[in-house]
């Protein structure tokens, strides 16, 4: 996984939405993870059609699970840590709030602490330090840089206090089985047979890839197999850009089942539509 | 909960210092009050003797106050750096643990704490409860009285490399192999415990090589590429140590006493040969390998030095194959598994009855036992003495074979 992270970290961004511009049908499905991050990216699509960036989240008037996941990844990115470290995050902060009530705690206290525990857990801690100051610039935008100071301690011994709650809670169990790994399998088995015809592959994994971000915003992802997420990413992917059937043939055999043998239309329809209700909170947010 | 509500939104007016006394002492009680929902108070155990100590805290006895039956070892998490929050290694090995469900590898039951009070500074201690296993290895083998038939033997360390083949097979390197870190029950099942150095490897990412930490394993059981700074290196360092632990079934004590680095590979070469390129090639490109004294000239003498005390020419071979220089030439857990040692007669056969035996006859050997086992100690240096547990204090007038 670490492998890919490099080059993956640029395809949430940028190029995905100059490829939206040719995406003719299914314009429902729009990319969540937008407006993270844009500084970095910017110069490389600068050459690129250009359109409107997403305004910047302001985190401290809505307040939701939903907006707090947005608030992990970008933190998450702008920290530069790895893709399974930030939905690792993500994973945690949904596991602590399937037990606890959505009003007891603080979102972003929980969010930061998430990203700190996911840091430790796959082994690229990050100082507090700079976490702290992330965090902070990210729900303060226009604030100056937190000084050393009570405010300072404060945060940090919160952080280290909902780290501590958050182990409890999950009942110290970081593991989750992500979808990644399938998923580079997946597209690995898939590519040759994609790339040979159109050279439209790239754009297609690259979007199922941002479905499968996307689809950490939601505490769904608990329901289904991860074999069958990242599937599922693929195949909305490819139902968006309307590969044409000489390719895959629905009719012979669904080319999913060669992948994985117990995933059947209708669960695949299921795990679909949990994707795509991901977007629904995004329009009650907006 | 309000103690951590609201923390990183912004700081309102500076609020008068009574009124920040009066929230902190609120918050204590809050704290000293709360039920964690999933984490059970330690009290439901109560300590019967204290089983073991090390750099890694202490290992207890205990049993439920439930159900006085059901006895379990706790293993205290140190939190020395407080500030930094839940301590890494230990977050380590609970992960580790929560992977590996195997035989021969000790289960991890549950995660109790303490209260938090004003006596810990409302910070609660935890414990990870394991099963209870009735002896390890090196108090066994300790013990002059536990004698082994080549059967049992060959129980032992079949055991302890399926073992150790799970958890290479999930991707984990114990990296702190030791007969002190085998505990075996009494009914003879073998447990690979204390993965408090274990990590997860992989493969080279990128074609760079990893840079895992070389400061591991216990100097004796430590294999000659960490002692010469290897820092990429994989399941092959627990084999090594499992060939230290399988010639320690006959010699009794470890084969290889090192008090340095440098005097350990000294002991090494005067064991498995000199160090040189012909016999490991790629040696010389090991940060170490120009640094440290390298005895030349040596010749290999794995199986004359340990003939005298195996005397089963199979298992002289096993170990041959298993003490090798060269990691990328040692035998994985998987060609030992299939090694003729364990499919020749005699075969490995049950380790109950033995033991069973054991536990009764040792109640009163427990005291001489100890001081053989001191007087022994010329033969080991006393300040490295492998972290055994001395269950000094006699709890309840049974003396079980803990350590």
């Known amino acids: 996984m670490g492998k890919k992270a490099p080059k993956m970290k640029s395809i949430t961004k940028s190029k995905t939405k100059t490829h939206k511009q040719k995406v003719k049908s299914h314009k429902k499905n729009k990319n969540i993870s937008k407006q993270k991050y844009r500084t970095k990216q910017r110069s490389e699509s600068q050459d690129k059609l250009k359109k409107p960036e997403a305004p910047l ?81 990210t729900l303060h935008r226009d604030a100056a840089p937190l000084r050393l100071a009570e405010d300072y301690w404060n945060f940090r011994d919160s952080i280290v206090h909902a780290e501590m709650l958050i182990m409890r809670i999950v009942q110290f169990d970081t593991t989750f089985d992500h979808p990644h790994h399938y998923f580079l399998h997946y597209v690995q088995t898939l590519r040759p047979v994609f790339y040979s ?25 608990f329901q289904f197999k991860a074999q069958h997420i990242a599937i599922a990413c693929i195949e909305l992917a490819i139902k968006v850009y309307g590969i044409p059937f000489q390719i895959i043939d629905y009719e012979i055999k669904f080319w999913y089942q060669a992948l994985v043998e117990d995933l059947d239309k209708d669960t695949l329809w299921n795990v679909m539509a949990g994707i795509m209700d991901t977007y629904d909170f995004e329009l009650t947010t907006n | 909960m309000t103690n951590l509500n609201g923390v990183l939104t912004p700081p309102s007016t500076p609020s008068p210092n009574l009124l920040q006394m009066n929230m902190a002492r609120e918050r204590e009680k809050y704290l000293e009050e709360y039920n964690f929902p999933f984490c059970e108070a330690a009290t439901k155990f109560e300590k019967l003797a204290k089983i073991g100590q090390g750099t890694f805290g202490e290992v207890f006895k205990a049993r439920e106050k439930k159900n006085p039956k059901f006895t379990v070892a706790m293993k205290k ?80 360390i079949q055991q302890m490399l399926n073992g150790l083949y799970y958890i290479h097979s999930n991707k984990i390197l114990h990296r702190d192999m030791k007969a002190a870190n085998v505990l075996i029950t009494k009914t003879g099942t073998l447990k690979l415990a204390d993965f408090g150095l274990a ?23 430590r294999p000659p590429e960490l002692l010469l700074g290897d820092r990429n290196y994989g399941p092959p360092v627990d084999l090594w140590g499992a060939g230290c632990i399988m010639a320690e079934m006959w010699t009794r004590s470890p084969i290889m006493q090192g008090n340095s680095e440098q005097q350990q590979l000294t002991l090494i070469s005067q064991l498995c040969g000199s160090i040189s390129p012909e016999v490991w090639p790629k040696v010389e490109s090991l940060d170490l390998y120009n640094q440290l004294e390298l005895v030349k000239g040596q010749k290999r003498k794995v199986k004359e030095r340990l003939k005298p005390y195996v005397r089963d020419p199979m298992g002289c071979d096993l170990l041959d194959k298993l003490l090798v220089l060269d990691p990328a030439k040692r035998f994985d857990a998987d060609s030992a598994l299939n090694h003729d040692f364990f499919w020749t007669d005699p075969m490995p056969c049950d380790l109950s009855k033995m033991l069973s035996q054991q536990t009764q006859s040792n109640f009163e050997y427990l005291a001489p036992r100890r001081l ?32």
Not at chain 1, 116 to 124: G, H, P, R, T, W
Not at chain 1, 198 to 206: C, L
Not at chain 2, 376 to 402: D, K, L, N
Request: proline fraction near 2%.
């Open chain 1, 197 to 221: 015809k159109h050279g439209k592959d790239i754009i297609v994994f690259k979007k199922a890839y941002d479905f499968l971000h996307d689809f950490y915003h939601s505490s769904d992802i």
């Open chain 1, 57 to 137: 989240t302001d985190y401290l008037t809505h307040k939701s699970n939903y907006i707090a996941v947005r608030f992990i990844f970008e933190c998450g990115i702008k920290l530069g840590l790895k893709h399974i470290t930030i939905c690792s995050a993500a994973v945690y902060f949904h596991k602590f709030y399937k037990h606890v009530d959505e009003t007891a705690y603080d979102n972003y206290s929980i969010a930061s602490a998430t990203l700190y525990l996911a840091s430790k857990v796959q082994d690229e801690t990050i100082r507090l330090r700079d976490l702290i100051n992330v965090c902070y610039h």
């Open chain 2, 199 to 221: 990590r997860a490897f992989s493969a080279q990412k990128n074609g760079q090589p990893n840079r895992y930490t070389n400061r591991v394993v216990t100097l004796w059981y």
């Open chain 2, 372 to 403: 053989n086992n001191h007087q022994s100690s010329a033969m080991r240096p006393a300040s490295t003495v492998p972290s055994q547990g001395t269950s000094t204090s006699a709890t309840s007038g049974f003396h079980e074979r803990v350590f």
């Open chain 2, 77 to 156: 998490i140190l939190m020395e750096n407080e500030k930094e929050g839940f301590p890494i290694t230990a977050l380590r090995e609970i992960r580790i643990l929560q992977l590996l469900k195997h035989d021969n590898v000790v289960s991890l039951l549950e995660i109790c704490q303490t209260r938090a009070t004003q006596f810990n500074r409302y910070r609660s201690t935890f414990y990870l409860v394991f099963e209870f296993c009735e002896h390890d290895l090196a108090g066994l083998l300790s013990n002059t009285k536990v004698k082994f038939s080549i059967g049992e033997i060959k129980q032992i």
